[in-house]
């Protein structure tokens, strides 16, 4: 959920309300107008422009919330640069103790993210060999919050791979042995999840999870 809705929600219904009984307060000292029915009209369309706008705008609020704390703050090892992935060392509920916002979820899994931003041009994300450890990588689309793409086990397997992330009218070559992932919007969430059995397993958990990273595409010689 985006921080800034859960800062700053109860001055901004305070003024919704405000502006709402001023309204109110015109209209019936205006006189001629029947306050029942001004107030339900009045109730009725801040509920229906509300929800609309909710509804629309909600996904792009938290997944660019997302944005600024992993470019602004990091997942509590400090600000993590746009195209670059890092990699939480603790276990979720252990990560609760310095309030990284992936402070959630089960204990046999590490995190990992980073923001995507494909403006000046493609990257190339590598995956290591995780000897059928489960892992995944999620992308995430900021304008509709949906998730467009995965890779891990259950999806491309556990082979070290390189796959290529590009816009969707990118027309450039896919290099061989890549495999290309189209970028609907030029941006992306990433979120990533490495699989650790137990305490004595976290280190080689947390050693694969930081060989997940993203790079340039080098540019291709011409033959």
């Not at 490495?194 to 060989?211: I, P, W």
Request: net charge positive.
């Amino acid at each position: 959920m985006n921080r800034l809705i859960l800062k700053h929600g109860i001055p901004v219904t305070f003024v919704i309300l405000a502006i709402f009984a001023w309204v109110i307060y015109t209209r019936i000292a205006g006189g001629g107008v029947d306050a029942t029915i001004l107030l339900a009209v009045t109730a009725l369309s801040v509920w229906v422009l509300g929800v609309f706008v909710f509804i629309y705008f909600w996904p792009w609020i938290t997944v660019n919330g997302f944005r600024r704390i992993l470019v602004k703050h990091g997942l509590g090892g400090g600000p993590i640069p746009v195209n670059t992935l890092y990699a939480v060392p603790d276990s979720p509920s252990h990560s609760a103790s310095t309030s990284s916002v992936m402070a959630t979820g089960t204990d046999d899994v590490l995190y990992l993210g980073g923001w995507l931003d494909l403006k000046a041009g493609p990257r190339v994300l590598h995956v290591p060999e995780m000897n059928g450890r489960y892992y995944s990588v999620q992308f995430t689309e900021p304008s509709s919050g949906a998730n467009f793409a995965y890779v891990g086990k259950r999806t491309t397997g556990t082979a070290t791979r390189d796959f290529l992330l590009c816009e969707a009218g990118w027309s450039g070559a896919t290099p061989h042995g890549m495999t290309r992932i189209n970028v609907p919007h030029h941006a992306a969430l990433l979120i990533g999840r490495v699989f650790a059995a137990d305490e004595n397993d976290r280190r080689t958990a947390y050693s694969l999870a930081k060989q997940i990273q993203l790079t340039p595409l080098k540019p291709q010689r011409e033959r």
